[in-house]
T-cell receptor, first 112, second 114 residues
Framework: DTGVSQDPRHKITKRGQNVTFRCDPI?????LYWYRQTLGQGPEFLTY????????KSRLLSDRFSAERPKGSFSTLEIQRTEQGDSAMYLC??????????FGPGTRLTVL | SQKIEQNSEALNIQEGKTATLTCNYT??????LQWYRQDPGRGPVFLLL?????KEKRKERLKVTFDTTLKQSLFHITASQPADSATYLC?????????????FGKGTKLSVKP
């Protein structure tokens, strides 16, 4: 069975605050991805894990962003010192066969 | 420069007609191409994958074509229904690209009127 939950679904924060998002696949998946999506755009790749190893980071992932997958199951994405430009939908996905990706519902971040 | 373009930001059609969405790319050599559906406030949902050596793929009312010479994919929904209204995203998976990360287009918003 495949499913991905993300928490929280919505987050409103003030500029300069830190936020952390969580992604929970309901079953084991080796590969887990984070994307960012702004209004009117497609998802943009941020980073990718193979089990607990973070194998690639996009240039979009500035020093203020950090992601972890400590036990190779759930993953967290933290943004430090948030900026208004960080406002977006943050999507988590797991890879199924044939490189099809199964996405979670996303966390919508609004930075005031 | 590398680009993925989905023609038409929005497409409005009448129920029962065939919707045709276009995905063009430049300066990429994709191993395969995927189509996703996205509803407002939700994550994308995988629909179809077509490989570079395949010309056409079908799934129920959906049909995808892939022309690597024209660098274009067409996505068709036949006998469209209002429930098909959503944004449709094409995504390229690249040779030598990162393991499984996809390059997405901006999407085409389809509205099917009853």
């Amino acid at each position: 069975d495949t499913g991905v939950s993300q928490d929280p679904r919505h987050k409103i924060t003030k500029r300069g605050q830190n936020v952390t998002f969580r992604c929970d696949p309901i079953s084991e998946h080796n590969r887990l991805y984070w994307y960012r999506q702004t209004l009117g755009q497609g998802p943009e790749f941020l980073t990718y894990f193979q089990n607990e190893a973070q194998l690639e980071k996009s240039r979009l992932l500035s020093d203020r962003f950090s992601a972890e997958r400590p036990k190779g199951s759930f993953s967290t994405l933290e943004i430090q010192r948030t900026e208004q430009g960080d406002s977006a939908m943050y999507l988590c996905a797991v890879r199924l066969g044939d490189n099809e990706q199964f996405f979670g519902p996303g966390t919508r971040l609004t930075v005031l | 420069s590398q680009k993925i373009e989905q023609n038409s930001e929005a497409l409005n059609i009448q129920e029962g007609k065939t919707a045709t969405l276009t995905c063009n790319y430049t300066n990429y050599s994709p191993a395969y191409l995927q189509w996703y559906r996205q509803d407002p406030g939700r994550g994308p949902v995988f629909l179809l994958l077509i490989r570079e050596n395949e010309k056409e793929k079908r799934k129920e009312r959906l049909k995808v074509t892939f022309d690597t010479t024209l660098k274009q994919s067409l996505f068709h929904i036949t006998a469209s229904q209002p429930a098909d209204s959503a944004t449709y995203l094409c995504a390229l998976y690249l040779y030598g690209g990162s393991q499984g990360n996809l390059i997405f287009g901006k999407g085409t918003k389809l509205s099917v009127k009853p």
